[in-house]
C-alpha cells in the first residue's frame, strides 16, 4: 500500500482527484484540499512570518534565499525531518518550479537522503503551462499506478476548460501576482487569460512571473486588471489592493477609474495547477466576459475592487 506525502496544496488535490486520497499520509503547512485531508499533519513550516506585509515578506524571502545559497543552507521552508521519519512515505509528490512558494526540490531530496531503511520515491511536478499541469496528472497517476485514472482525469478537465465561454471583444488583462514589489502573473495564468478570450498584457503564457514598474502597466492599458497575490485569500488580497489604491499612478490607471479591477483569491485557484485550473478559467471568464449572465463563482472565488 502506499503512504503518500504531498508537500504541495495542488499536488495533494491531484492526489486526490486520482482517488489517491486516503493512502496520503502527511501534507504541507499550506495543503487545505479538500477538507478531508485537513487531519492530517503538517511536514512543513515558513521561516518567514506570513502574517506581515506583502513587502515584509518579499525582503524575508530574498534574505533567506541568499541564505540558502551562500551557505547552502535550509531555503525558505522547513521540513519536520522526524516526523517524515516516522510517516515512512513511499512517495512524496514535490515541485520543481518556484522556492519561495514551497520546499525547493533541493531541500526534499536533502530530507530523502536522510531517511534510512527507506525505498522513497519523488514525483515533481513542473507546471509552467497547462499542457505540463495535464503532464503532471498523468505522471503522478503512473508513479502512483493509477495511469488509467489519470488520463481519464485529464481528458475530462480539458473538455470542461473547452467548454468555458471565450468573450468576443478580446480585451486586454493584466495580472498583478504581488503588490509590493509589483509583480506580473505568467505560467498558465495568463494562459487561462488568452483561453477565456483576453489578451494578456504585462506577462506572458508560458513565462514566469516577472517584475514591473507602474509606468509599464500604464503603457500597456489593460481594460481589465485583477489582482490575485500568491498564497492570499480574498481578506489578504484586500489588503493589498487597498496599499495598490493609496497610489496614484494607480488610481490613474484607465481600468481603474472604469472600476474594471476584480480580486481573486489566489490561494485556492490562481496558484493551484491541479485540478481547479477549470474554476480558475472559469472565474478569469466571468471577470472579462460580460456575455456570462450568472456568475456562480462571484462573492466566493472573485470579487469587484472597490466592492
Not at 482527484?17 to 504541507?28: F, I, P, T
Not at 467548454?163 to 495568463?190: D, I, K, Q
Not at 514598474?213 to 500597456?220: G, I
Not at 484586500?238 to 489566489?266: K, M, N, P, S, Y
Request: aromatic content about 4%.
Amino acid at each position: 500500500m502506499s503512504r503518500i506525502v504531498s508537500l504541495l496544496p495542488s499536488a495533494t488535490e491531484i492526489v486526490c482527484a486520482l482517488g489517491a486520497g486516503d493512502d496520503l499520509v502527511g501534507r504541507s503547512h499550506e495543503c487545505d484540499f479538500p477538507a478531508e485531508i485537513q487531519h492530517l499533519p503538517a511536514l512543513t513550516r515558513p521561516r518567514f512570518l506570513p502574517a506581515a506585509s506583502s513587502g515584509e515578506i518579499d525582503r524575508q524571502v530574498r534574505e533567506l534565499a541568499l541564505e540558502a545559497r551562500a551557505e547552502d543552507a535550509l531555503g525558505i521552508y522547513a521540513i519536520d525531518m522526524d516526523l517524515l521519519e516516522e510517516l515512512a512515505p513511499t512517495h512524496i509528490v514535490t515541485q520543481t518550479q518556484c522556492e519561495v512558494c514551497a520546499v525547493s526540490l533541493r531541500d526534499v531530496e536533502r530530507a530523502v537522503e536522510k531517511l534510512t531503511g527507506f525505498d522513497t520515491r519523488l514525483i515533481p511536478l513542473a507546471p509552467n503551462s497547462l499542457d505540463d499541469i495535464w503532464d503532471d496528472i498523468q505522471r503522478t497517476a503512473e508513479a502512483l499506478g493509477t495511469g488509467v485514472d489519470g488520463r481519464a482525469l485529464v481528458t475530462e478537465l480539458q473538455e470542461r476548460i473547452d467548454a468555458v465561454p471565450r468573450t468576443s471583444g478580446a480585451p486586454r488583462v493584466a495580472v498583478v501576482e504581488w503588490a509590493v514589489p509589483l509583480m506580473t502573473a505568467g505560467h498558465w495564468t495568463m494562459e487561462l487569460v488568452e483561453r477565456a478570450g483576453g489578451i494578456p498584457v504585462v506577462g506572458s503564457p508560458g513565462g514566469p512571473s516577472l517584475h514591473f514598474e507602474m509606468s509599464e502597466l500604464a503603457a500597456a492599458d489593460p481594460d481589465f486588471i485583477i489582482i490575485a497575490p500568491c498564497g492570499y485569500d480574498l481578506a489578504r488580497t484586500r489588503e493589498d489592493a487597498t496599499l495598490l489604491d493609496e497610489r496614484e499612478d494607480w488610481r490613474a490607471l484607465r481600468a481603474v477609474q472604469q472600476g474594471q479591477v476584480a480580486l481573486i483569491d489566489g490561494n485556492q485557484y490562481v496558484n493551484r495547477p491541479g485540478p481547479r485550473v477549470v474554476q480558475t478559467l472559469e472565474i478569469i471568464a466571468e471577470i472579462i466576459n460580460p456575455d456570462i449572465a450568472k456568475r456562480r463563482h462571484e462573492g466566493a472565488g472573485w470579487e469587484r475592487f472597490p466592492a
